[in-house]
Structures are given as structure tokens and as C-alpha cells.
């Protein structure tokens, strides 16, 4: 059976409404897969490299899961890459460990997919801030596999039963598109 990976890169998941509320759903859909919460075992940013590289190269399918702040993955998430995903590990001429296997990019954006137009207040397009991802993907060796997206995923008032409603529904589409992504 494939062994699925993932690795959330949330900030601050006790916190984390979308991203809780997905992986969640994801583990009980996924329940074989390994869940990994940086936050909880890296509270100081000390990532163990060695161990996190194990976890990759057991794994055939990465999921990396955070939200989506300042237009990229938080700090969390891009310290693991910047160490883990190490010079002669990822890449470079006897850097293949992670060759072949697949590797899903989930995250959630609190701007609505309207703004994300250019005529919209984000003036461009996700797929424009996808590259970064998709490079990083490349030059690992990772089979790039369609990101899974979800906007407007910010409640801000959790007593307005309509809105947090549509925040769940939106966060458990998002676990599930999730689950047939990993599945494929
Ligand atoms: C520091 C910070 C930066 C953010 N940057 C963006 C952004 O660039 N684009 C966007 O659509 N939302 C942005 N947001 C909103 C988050 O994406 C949103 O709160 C998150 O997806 C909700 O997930 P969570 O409940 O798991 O934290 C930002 C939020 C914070 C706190």
C-alpha cells in the first residue's frame, strides 16, 4: 500500500480553524496516513533534519498542508524546506532521494477566489503564486500533482451559524478533494 506523508506546516495548529478542520476530516477519511504537526514538535524552529528526511523518504505520496500568508507558505513551513529539503538529499547531482514520488500542495487562502483576479484586490491569479511551489517540485525530482486550494477560508465571526456553516462545509470539500488526490 502507498505510504502517504503530511506534513502541516500550520504556525500555530491549536490555533488553525481551515487547516484543523481539514486535516482532521483528511485523517478520518485517510486514516492510514502519517500526519506530521511541525508546530507541536518543533515549538523552537529546531527541526530534527534527519529524522523529517526518514519520514520523506518512507513515504510515496508528500502532502505539504498550511495556510496561505503572505502569498507563500508560513515561515514554519519554509524552514523545513530551507533544511530539510537539503543540497545532496532534494537535490544536486546525488540529491534523488525524493525522485519519483508524488507531492500534493494543500493550502487555504482567507481572501475569496474573487479577489484572487486582476481585477480583484489581490490583482493576480493563484495560479500565479503557484510556480514557487511547482519549482521547488521540480528541482526535488517530485511528481508534481495539482494543488488543492480553498479561498475565503476565514470565519470571522464563528456565531453566524450561516457563514461558519459554509466554513465547514468548504473545509470538509477541501479534506475530501484531499483524500482523491492522495487516492489517484
Ligand atoms: C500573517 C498572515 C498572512 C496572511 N496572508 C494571506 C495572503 O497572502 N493571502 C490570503 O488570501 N490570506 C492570507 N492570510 C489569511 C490566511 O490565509 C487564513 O487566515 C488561513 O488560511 C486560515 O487558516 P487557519 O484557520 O488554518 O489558520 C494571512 C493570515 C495571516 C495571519
Not at 154 to 181: C, G, I, T, V, W
Amino acid at each position: 500500500m502507498s505510504k502517504i506523508l503530511v506534513v502541516s506546516g500550520h504556525p500555530d495548529y491549536k490555533s488553525s480553524m481551515a487547516n484543523r478542520a481539514i486535516l482532521d476530516e483528511f485523517h478520518r477519511l485517510v486514516p492510514a496516513a502519517d500526519i506530521v504537526y511541525l508546530d507541536a514538535e518543533y515549538p523552537d524552529f529546531n527541526i530534527d533534519v534527519e529524522r523529517e528526511q526518514c519520514r520523506l523518504v518512507e513515504a510515496d505520496t508528500v502532502v505539504f498542508d498550511f495556510p496561505f500568508w503572505w502569498y507563500s507558505a508560513p515561515s514554519l513551513m519554509h524552514r523545513y524546506f530551507e533544511q530539510v529539503l537539503a543540497h545532496g538529499f532534494a537535490y544536486g547531482s546525488t540529491g534523488t532521494a525524493l525522485h519519483g514520488k508524488k507531492v500534493i500542495f494543500s493550502f487555504t487562502a482567507g481572501a475569496p477566489e474573487a479577489a484572487y483576479t486582476p481585477e480583484g484586490y489581490q490583482h493576480y491569479t493563484m495560479e500565479q503564486f503557484i510556480p514557487q511551489f511547482r519549482a521547488l517540485s521540480n528541482l526535488c525530482g517530485l511528481d508534481w500533482q495539482e494543488p488543492v486550494c480553498s479561498f475565503g477560508m476565514m470565519l470571522l465571526n464563528p456565531d453566524d451559524k450561516a457563514a461558519a456553516e459554509r466554513f465547514y462545509s468548504e473545509a470538509k470539500d477541501h479534506a475530501q478533494r484531499l483524500a482523491a488526490a492522495v487516492a489517484k
